[in-house]
């Protein structure tokens, strides 16, 4: 069942049949003495406006909760497609055999990019003020009620990951410690966040070939224009220079592909390090 947007034991309402007012936010333990203080001052009350309104709201509002979690069935279903990890056509063309092994890494980096672009975008703009809003012009389907998880912003994506990375504990500071604040968790993880959305978005798909940064590209060209357009691999159907030429186009090659694994492993590791910190 879906969960309320807006709780009434949280309202002004409540405040009044409680006849205390609820904190705005508190640590655990000023949480702790606020409920022992209102409990202790009118305890029937605090019944009504803690449990009693809580399960009023919950038989008010059932029916509009029952199409929400219709609404958000489709939605997880058949858009968003929570239950499963898939690859965009461009990193594997669907029909196209891929190992499993090989899957992992556009699987995993598609859904960051999803996240950022999706998720973290809507974000942006459902916490944001009406200038934020009207920076991206967001269709009426971006948020809200009528939402589906279709609008796409890099932009705002990566300018509530901006706004995230400049957080810090300083407001949990005393005035003359401020100087001394560090970024929150919330700041770090929005940085390593950025790094890996930028680097499958700008690094991966702009690497060198590595048969064309090695040289075997124009080594097999080379080889079919000795060979009378046929591509040899015999040795003895080699030339010197052509061997010298396939001998150092190998090496290097197989030293840019080793390159290119141990970074899309180190890539990887990193986004799972940082999984935890991938909700909205």
């Known amino acids: 069942m879906a969960q309320h947007s807006k709780y009434w034991s949280c309202s002004p309402f409540a405040d009044w049949i409680r006849g205390t007012k609820k904190l705005d936010m508190g640590t655990a333990e000023e949480w702790d ?11 029937f009350r605090y019944w009504l ?57 556009p699987c995993l980096f598609n859904e960051l990019v999803d996240f950022v672009e ?36 890099p932009q705002a994506g990566l300018d509530h990951l901006d706004w995230a990375m400049t957080l810090t504990n300083a407001e949990w500071l005393e005035e003359d410690k401020k100087g001394e604040a560090v970024p929150t968790g919330q700041a770090t993880s929005a940085k390593e966040i950025k790094e890996l959305y930028l680097w499958w978005t700008t690094v991966y798909p702009n690497r060198p070939d590595p048969h064309d940064a090695s040289g075997w590209s124009d080594y097999c060209e080379a080889s079919r224009l000795a060979n009378g357009g046929k591509l040899s691999w015999s040795g003895s159907d080699k030339s010197p220079e052509l061997k010298k030429m396939s001998d150092k186009s190998i090496k290097l090659l197989q030293k840019i592909e080793a390159a290119y694994e141990k970074e899309d ?16």
């Open 118 to 153: 999706v998720e973290t975008a809507w974000s942006h703009i459902a916490w944001g003020d009406k200038e934020t809003r009207a920076k991206y012009d967001p269709p009426f389907y971006a948020s809200g009620w009528f939402r589906w998880r279709t609008w796409r912003s």
């Open 49 to 105: 406006a803690e449990e009693a309104l809580g399960h009023i709201q919950d038989f008010v509002t059932w029916p509009i909760r029952k199409i929400y979690d219709i609404k958000y069935y489709i939605n997880n279903r058949w858009v968003s497609r929570t239950h499963s990890l898939t690859a965009h056509p461009r990193d594997i063309k669907p029909g196209q055999w891929q190992d499993v092994g090989n899957r992992f890494l």
């Open 265 to 280: 492993e180190e890539m990887l590791i990193r986004l799972i390090r940082i999984r935890q910190s991938l909700w909205t």
């Open 33 to 43: 003495n606020w409920t022992t203080t209102a409990q202790m001052k009118h305890n």
